[in-house]
């Protein structure tokens, strides 16, 4: 892909923003060719001569024809695919091979098939580790790492798509009104969710307050403790606690949380078992309440529920990966994954 870069820069500043310019370009390009489910434009990004280069190249089809299979599973069209990104630091390895670390946030629009007017917007935040190269001035990615949102659910092949696209179109908006404590849970959320948060709020975490403990293991359990916390319907105690930057199992850890919110009383179950199992069940969820996913007979993960679609469909806000109002099984519908539905006692 090219891209015009004849304009003089006479700063560090400027160099900054003109690469941020580039990566935004190559991701939209790459965003237009996922949503066209077109392989071919998607190649002309990637070195696939090599192996780095082809691996990445492969990761991304599995991912659209993945997108695709979800959308086909509920009902949808995605309409569009932003790309944000804030570069954290760009350097020339070699002559016209340069290396960028930066945030990513992806912004997906989509509208259900019988509602093509009415939009419903989700958004995923990404840390992306890349090697791209010039050639003719054109910028190809010959490296990419990042941990990537839908990497444990590549296969919807064996879910019975039909009845339960169906049954989600059929669904009605849901009626509800949150009490002030939800409110602030919610806006607290979506206030400190890194990369995934709107610009306005910095796409970061709320790192005065709490530490980022994602490279220890994760941080979902430690935010969704978080938005509980600051909702100020939820007071600490020696079990569920976090001070000077460490925290007890059940604050941090995903199988401790979800094992303290039902034996604490603060929270019960709606439903668990695999998606085909709690869908219908799903459409009780209300914002603040929580979905847990099991793996391997682990808790590896929990979210929040903090929004609705126009369907009704929960929508969740978490960390690793940064996800804010996204449906609550994107990324997660390998039919080895068991969800837990708890409802949070506000």
Known sequence: ???????????????????QQILESLFDYRNKAIMEQNEEILK???????????????????????????????????????????????KEKEEDLYGVICAVSTEYTYTYNNEPKVKNISRIGTHHYLNIRTIDGNYIITKEWYTDPFADSLNLENIKSDEIREYILNQPPAQYELSDKVQKAVEYAHMYCGAASD?????????????NHNPEGGDCANYASQIMFESGAFSKNRTWNYSNGSGTKAWLNAQGFKNYILNSGRGSLLAQGSYEDVYRAAYKLRPGDVVAYEKNG????????????SKGYPLVTCHNTDRVLVPYDLGWSNKKIRFHLLHVHY
């Open 1 to 19: 892909m090219q891209i015009n870069t004849s304009k003089e820069l006479s700063t560090e500043n400027k160099e900054f923003i003109q690469y």
């Open 44 to 90: 002309e990004l990637y070195d696939t001569e090599h192996k780095l280069g082809l691996w990445a190249y492969e990761h991304e089809v599995k991912k659209m024809k993945y997108l695709n299979n979800w959308s086909y599973k509920q009902g949808v069209t995605f309409k569009d695919i932003k790309t944000r990104v804030k570069l954290s630091a760009f």
């Open 199 to 211: 610009e306005k709020y910095g796409l970061k975490y709320n790192s005065k307050t709490y530490r």
């Open 298 to 309: 682990r808790i590896t993960h929990v979210s929040t529920v903090t929004g609705l679609d």
